[in-house]
């Protein structure tokens, strides 16, 4: 019962913007949309976080619908290291305790 | 400093043999989890513990039980290890929200 949808994986060119959707019809008011990535044999990595406002920090951008139903996760300038497994997660500010389900995610390879 | 630790890196042991994991988490959150890395890649959480509050993914069989000694430490005892526990444990923590930290990672290897 994923509650998000991803590309299983996508290419990016180094230097250009790496842009990462996905799909969450089914999320509620109160859920966030998390981002994290993995990069091959290394602990996942939180990446960027939102509600229904566009987020930047300096690892990404986040920008989220209107309706909330889906979001793209920007890499402005990819690099070889970004080439990992990134997720996106929908839960609500309280369910820390849960803990996080991840889902298969989008495998993406930045080419030289 | 490393933010959350897991030791060893890597475990190899036989089956029917009783293991643990260490996991120390220095940034003052009050919620650390376990989480399973099977070999198709899947993360999935096994425990979260919470002020002594533990909550439990129904799915992890009994073999497997976390033991905190303090809000700084989590450790994952197994007992009686069979070949299907072969895969990469995670533990993380945050404090009580989405964001989490997460450690390297013990490759377990049942043989």
């Known amino acids: 019962d994923a509650k998000t949808t991803q590309p299983p994986s996508m290419d990016c060119a180094e230097g250009r913007a790496a842009n990462l959707p996905c799909n969450h019809s089914?999320?509620?008011?109160?859920?966030?949309v998390y981002w994290y990535r993995q990069i091959h044999s290394q602990g996942p990595q939180y990446i960027i976080h939102g509600l229904k406002n566009n987020e930047t920090n300096e690892m990404a951008s986040l920008i989220i619908t209107e309706d909330r139903k889906s979001s793209t996760l920007i890499l402005p300038h990819a690099t070889l290291r970004d080439t990992a497994v990134y997720y996106c997660i929908v839960m609500y500010s309280g369910g820390g305790a849960d803990g996080l389900t991840f889902g298969k995610g989008t495998h993406l390879i930045i080419q030289p | 400093d490393t933010a959350v630790s897991q030791t060893p890196k890597y475990l190899v042991t036989q089956m029917g043999n009783d293991k643990s994991i260490k996991c120390e988490q220095n940034l003052g959150h009050d919620t650390m989890y376990w989480y399973k890395q099977d070999s198709k890649k899947f993360l999935k959480i096994m425990f979260s513990?919470?002020?002594?509050?533990?909550?439990i993914n129904e799915t992890v069989p009994n073999r497997f039980s976390p033991k905190s000694p303090d809000k700084a430490h989590l450790n994952l005892h197994i007992n009686s290890l069979e070949l299907g526990d072969s895969a990469v444990y995670f533990c993380a923590s945050s404090q009580g929200s989405g964001r989490a930290y997460f450690g390297p990672g013990t490759r377990l290897t049942v043989t």
């Open positions: 513990y919470n002020n002594k509050e533990l909550i």
């Open positions: 089914t999320i509620s008011g109160n859920e966030y």
